[in-house]
C-alpha cells in the first residue's frame, strides 16, 4: 500500500518516493542524503536532527555549517510547548487537562482555540475570530464562519477531495475565494486568493491545523511535519498506532490520521463517512495513572486544590494593593509569632518588635478560602448594589465590618497578665481597612470580635 508515484494533473510534474522495510519515508524529489536510525530521522539533505532521550525532536540544523537552527520544547507529556526559529520567532503552546490546545502566543500576539470532544470548533485573536463546522460524527468540514457573533458573521464552505481536505474555499454566491494544491504528504505547495485580502484558512488534512509560525500541522496529540511526512514525536498509544511511530499513514491518497494516533482508510463511498471510536484507543500522556480515591480522599483533594487557588488569588491582591493580610493575618502564621503579637506587638513577618514593646490584638483566617471570601464580600460591594463601606474606625479609615461565622483565631491583649494574652478560638465577623486617598484599595484584612 506505500505511495512510490503520485501526480495529481496531467500537467503536473509527478512525484516519486521511496520507503524502508519499516516505512519510513526515504526520497521525495529532494537531492541530498537521507539518514534514519530507529525510524527516526536524523539527516535529509542539508537538514540534521537531534532528539531527547524519549525521541521527541528537540532541534532541526540547516543551512551552511548547520547555522539554522530550530529548537523545539515539550512538557513532562510529552506536548510541544515552545519552539524558537532562526530568524527569532518565538510560539508557546498551552493546553488543556485533557491534552487539547486551547492557546497558542507568536511574538507576543495570543490566539485561543475553543473545542468540542475532538474537534476544533472555534479560535479567537484580537485580529480575528473564526468558527468551524463540520459533517456529524466526522471530521470532514463543512463550512468556515469568519467573525463573531449574528450580524458578522460571513460563512464561506468547504469543497473537499475524497479524503476531506480542503481544496476549496467558496463564498455565499459560490466564488472561489481560496484554494491549494498539496503535495501528497499535505504541504500546500500553491495557493490562490480571489482578492488581496489574505483569507488564512488553516485546515488541512483531517483533523489537522496548519501553523504558520511554525509550518507544522497540530495534529491533535501530536505535530506533524508535512515537509517531510513524519510526526515530531513518538505515537502517544505505542505500538497499537502501529510498529513506526513517526509515520502518518502508509498511503497518504488513502489513508487519514485526525487525532494523531492511528491511522483510517476512508471508505470509497464518499457518502458514507469515516466514523471515529475514540474510546478504541486510549492515549499514554506520559504520566501515571491516577489512584483510585475514595470519596473522602476525593474530597480532601478538592479541598486542597480549592486552598491552592484562594492561596493564589490573595496573594495577588496583596501585591497588587500592597496589602498586608497575607504578612499579617494569613492562616499560616505560627501560633508563637500570632501571640508574641499580642505580648509585645512582634511583626509576626518580619520578627521586628516596636519600641517601646505594645502588644496588639492579633488574629488570622482559618484557612485561605476564608481569607479569600471576606476580601471579596468587601470589595464588591459596589457590584452588589451595597455601599461601598460600613463606616470608620477611630483613625477616620474607612472600613467594611461584617459577620462572618468561622472567619479565624486570635488574641488579644492581658492587661493583668501580659505574658498569657487571651486566645479566641472563634473569632466571627471580620473588618477590610480601605486607604483613606483611595477609597476603592484596601490595605488589610482580618478576623475581629464582635464589638
Not at 491534552?99 to 470532544?117: N, S
Not at 491583649?413 to 476603592?440: A, C, G, H
Amino acid at each position: 500500500d506505500r505511495l512510490i508515484r503520485v501526480r495529481h494533473t496531467r500537467d503536473d510534474v509527478p512525484e516519486n518516493f521511496a520507503h524502508d522495510p519499516a516505512g519510513n519515508l526515504l526520497t521525495q524529489d529532494r537531492p541530498g542524503p537521507v539518514s534514519i536510525k530507529g525510524n527516526r530521522l536524523l539527516m535529509q539533505g542539508d537538514r540534521h536532527y537531534d532528539y531527547d532521550a524519549f525521541g521527541n525532536l528537540i532541534r532541526e540544523r540547516r543551512g551552511r555549517a548547520q547555522t539554522l537552527v530550530t529548537e523545539y520544547r515539550y512538557d513532562s507529556q510529552h506536548r510541544l510547548i515552545g519552539l524558537i526559529r532562526p530568524d527569532g520567532t518565538t510560539a508557546t503552546y498551552h493546553y488543556d487537562a485533557f491534552g487539547r490546545r486551547i492557546r497558542k502566543t507568536v511574538d507576543g500576539q495570543t490566539t485561543e482555540f475553543f473545542w468540542q470532544g475532538d474537534h476544533l470548533i472555534a479560535e479567537s485573536s484580537k485580529e480575528q475570530h473564526r468558527s468551524f463546522i463540520y459533517e456529524p460524527g466526522t471530521f470532514r468540514p463543512l463550512a468556515m464562519l469568519d467573525g463573531q457573533g449574528p450580524k458578522r458573521a460571513c460563512p464561506f464552505y468547504y469543497q473537499l477531495d475524497h479524503l476531506g481536505t480542503p481544496q476549496e474555499l467558496t463564498d455565499y454566491s459560490g466564488e472561489i475565494v481560496w484554494s491549494a494544491k498539496y503535495s501528497a504528504y499535505g504541504k500546500v505547495t500553491s495557493l490562490q486568493l480571489a482578492t488581496d485580502d489574505y483569507l488564512d484558512q488553516p485546515l488541512r488534512f483531517q483533523g489537522q491545523y496548519f501553523d504558520a509560525e511554525s509550518g507544522l500541522h497540530y495534529n491533535r496529540h501530536r505535530y506533524y511535519d508535512p515537509d517531510v511526512g513524519r510526526y515530531l514525536t513518538p505515537d502517544p498509544v505505542k505500538l497499537a498506532g502501529g510498529l513506526n511511530q513517526y509515520r502518518y499513514v502508509p498511503n497518504p491518497t488513502g489513508w487519514v490520521d485526525p487525532l494523531g494516533l492511528s491511522c483510517t482508510c476512508p471508505p470509497p463511498t464518499p457518502r458514507r463517512p469515516m466514523r471515529y471510536e475514540a474510546g478504541r484507543v486510549v492515549v499514554d500522556e506520559g504520566a501515571p495513572p491516577l489512584p483510585k480515591m475514595t470519596a473522602q480522599e476525593r474530597r480532601a483533594r478538592i479541598d486542597e486544590v480549592a486552598e491552592e487557588n484562594a492561596k493564589r488569588r490573595v496573594t495577588e491582591y496583596e501585591d497588587l494593593y500592597g496589602m498586608h493580610t497575607v504578612k499579617k493575618h494569613s492562616s499560616e502564621i505560627s501560633d508563637p509569632a500570632l501571640k508574641q503579637r499580642a505580648i509585645d506587638g512582634t511583626d509576626p513577618h518580619t520578627g521586628v518588635t516596636p519600641t517601646p514593646p505594645r502588644g496588639n490584638p492579633s488574629s488570622q483566617f482559618h484557612n485561605w478560602r476564608m481569607h479569600l471570601g471576606a476580601l471579596n464580600k468587601a470589595m464588591t460591594r459596589d457590584e452588589n448594589g451595597l455601599i461601598r463601606h460600613t463606616g470608620k474606625d477611630h483613625n477616620d479609615t474607612p472600613i467594611v465590618r461584617f459577620e462572618l461565622p468561622g472567619a479565624g483565631r486570635g488574641y488579644r491583649p492581658n492587661r493583668t497578665d501580659p505574658q498569657n494574652p487571651i486566645l479566641n478560638e472563634n473569632m466571627n465577623w471580620f473588618e477590610v481597612k480601605f486607604d483613606r486617598t483611595s477609597t476603592q484599595e484596601p490595605f488589610t484584612g482580618f478576623p475581629s470580635e464582635k464589638r
